[in-house]
């Protein structure tokens, strides 16, 4: 079995307000647990408007695989229009 997580950071411009960045949070915790299959939360700056931190876990039998989907998913968070990508941490296990 391997795993492979990943916490990306994400700077959020234009949001105003908690209720904001929930909405944008949620739409991309959303399209990314459909996209990729994955368990994804926001795990980290909760409470500041223009910051978000998401976790996400992905687990196969193949490694390749979770590698790629890996590479796949920081591909996807990099074109979103709705936050930049302005941190990541991955791992393999």
């Known amino acids: ?3 492979g997580i990943a916490e990306l950071t994400f700077r959020l411009d234009g949001c105003r307000s908690l209720k904001e960045k929930r909405h944008v949070v949620r739409s991309l915790v ?9 368990s994804v939360a926001e795990v980290a ?11 996400l876990a992905l687990v196969n039998s193949d490694r390749r695989l979770v590698e790629r989907l890996l590479e796949q998913v ?3 968070a990099e ?8 941190g ?3 791992e393999l296990l």
């Open 74 to 76: 920081v591909d996807y």
């Open 79 to 86: 074109r979103t229009c709705e936050a930049e990508l302005i």
């Open 1 to 3: 079995m391997h795993i």
């Open 88 to 90: 990541l941490e991955t």
């Open 30 to 38: 959303d399209r990314l647990r459909h996209q990729f299959n994955a």
């Open 45 to 55: 700056h909760q409470d500041e408007w223009t910051l978000a931190g998401v976790g």
